[in-house]
């Protein structure tokens, strides 16, 4: 028998000619692919070389050795063991988890109600960006000094005790108002609430007013609108804003340490104390341990909010 051959060149040449659509289609659809590729390549690099490779060297980092002068390259999990195994870092999570709770519930129902002032009772759109815009003055200079402008509010011979003196409020001035967990937590709602701010914000701005006009012609009192209708649609801000605050909060340490006057403690702070004494490796194992908890959190949002309607 002859053998026969097929020349799948010759075949695919007739494909294409007789149906140039799909042929046309399938090299537009190849070279979109690729400038795709192309195009997400530079930002891959980016996170690749500032994000993922950070994080690996503070993993890797993790399980060396080390003692009052050095570390040593090794692979040990005695920096892990010493963590997780001691009461102090269990009891200074628990106070950064209590600040976080306290402080994303403060800035959650503030940033609500700015939010809602500024996307349903400021009818002019130039308005609502010029107090929008009025909001983020402060962030025009640096954390620190907005932090340590309030010591002349609460000190004690500050503007507030003075104030309460003067008028027979109190008979001396009030210890709790600085280098306290309320200085501490006062502070932070006043750095983080912009962060809730501005999402929820967008999220109202998008709502169609029909669904409030008609909530309303069904008989809904204001209270009722509020809560099954724009509270509703305006949880994927709400979500936003508290992965913006919580993971701020979880991280800082500077508030803490100049707010707080040395007599509380946070994870942040730890970390910090421990590469002041070249303790990389137990730092960067605080890192991980926190980095983890943080995601647990950021899920737990995730899957109670899905926040894809917003993006």
Same mark, same amino acid.
């Given at each position: 028998?002859?053998?026969?051959?097929?020349?799948?060149?010759?075949?695919?040449?007739?494909?294409?000619?007789?149906?140039?659509?799909?042929?046309?289609?399938? +090299?537009?659809?190849?070279?979109? #692919?690729?400038?795709?590729? *192309?195009?997400?390549? !530079?930002?891959?690099?980016?996170?690749? @070389? =500032?994000?993922?490779?950070?994080?690996?060297?503070?993993?890797?980092?993790?399980?060396?050795?080390?003692?009052?002068?050095?570390?040593?390259?090794?692979?040990?999990?005695?920096?892990?063991?010493?963590?997780?195994?001691?009461?102090?870092?269990?009891?200074?999570?628990?106070?950064?988890?209590?600040?976080?709770?306290?402080?994303?519930?403060?800035?959650?129902?503030?940033?609500?109600?700015?939010?809602?002032?500024?996307?349903?009772?400021?009818?002019?759109?130039?308005?609502?960006?010029?107090?929008?815009?009025?909001?983020?003055?402060?962030?025009?200079?640096?954390?620190?000094?907005?932090?340590?402008?309030?010591?002349?509010?609460?000190? +004690?011979?500050?503007?507030?005790? #003075?104030?309460?003196?003067? *008028?027979?409020?109190? !008979?001396?001035?009030?210890?709790?108002? @600085? =280098?306290?967990?309320?200085?501490?937590?006062?502070?932070?709602?006043?750095?983080?609430?912009?962060?809730?701010?501005?999402?929820?914000?967008?999220?109202?701005?998008?709502?169609?007013?029909?669904?409030?006009?008609?909530?309303?012609?069904?008989?809904?009192?204001?209270?009722?609108?509020?809560?099954?209708?724009?509270?509703?649609?305006?949880?994927?801000?709400?979500?936003?804003?508290?992965?913006?605050?919580?993971?701020?909060?979880?991280?800082?340490?500077?508030?803490?340490?100049?707010?707080?006057?040395?007599?509380?403690?946070?994870?942040?702070?730890?970390?910090?104390?421990?590469?002041?004494?070249?303790?990389?490796?137990?730092?960067?194992?605080?890192?991980?341990?926190?980095?983890?908890?943080?995601? *647990?959190?950021?899920?737990?949002?995730?899957?109670?909010?899905?926040?894809?309607?917003?993006?």
């Amino acid at each position: 028998m002859a053998a026969i051959v097929v020349d799948d060149t010759s075949i695919s040449s007739e494909s294409e000619r007789a149906n140039p659509k799909t042929a046309g289609k399938i +090299r537009r659809d190849g070279g979109s #692919s690729f400038s795709s590729y *192309l195009q997400a390549t !530079p930002l891959a690099v980016i996170l690749g @070389l =500032f994000l993922l490779l950070p994080i690996l060297t503070i993993g890797m980092v993790s399980f060396w050795d080390y003692d009052s002068v050095r570390i040593y390259p090794d692979f040990v999990t005695f920096n892990y063991t010493e963590t997780l195994g001691s009461w102090v870092t269990w009891k200074t999570y628990l106070n950064t988890l209590k600040f976080t709770v306290i402080v994303w519930a403060l800035t959650m129902v503030i940033g609500f109600w700015v939010a809602h002032f500024l996307a349903f009772h400021i009818r002019s759109a130039t308005m609502q960006m010029i107090l929008f815009l009025v909001c983020t003055v402060p962030f025009l200079t640096s954390n620190i000094i907005r932090m340590i402008s309030w010591v002349p509010f609460l000190g +004690r011979n500050g503007l507030i005790n #003075s104030s309460l003196i003067q *008028l027979g409020i109190v !008979p001396k001035p009030l210890e709790f108002l @600085l =280098f306290s967990e309320f200085a501490v937590v006062l502070a932070m709602v006043h750095l983080y609430t912009l962060f809730m701010v501005t999402p929820i914000f967008n999220t109202l701005m998008r709502i169609d007013r029909s669904l409030i006009e008609a909530a309303r012609d069904a008989g809904a009192s204001g209270f009722q609108v509020l809560t099954n209708v724009i509270i509703p649609l305006a949880k994927p801000g709400i979500a936003i804003g508290s992965i913006f605050v919580v993971t701020l909060v979880m991280g800082d340490f500077i508030t803490v340490r100049f707010m707080s006057g040395g007599q509380s403690a946070s994870v942040g702070l730890m970390m910090s104390n421990q590469i002041s004494l070249l303790q990389y490796p137990a730092a960067a194992a605080n890192a991980v341990i926190l980095l983890i908890v943080v995601l *647990l959190i950021v899920a737990a949002i995730l899957r109670v909010v899905d926040i894809r309607k917003e993006l």
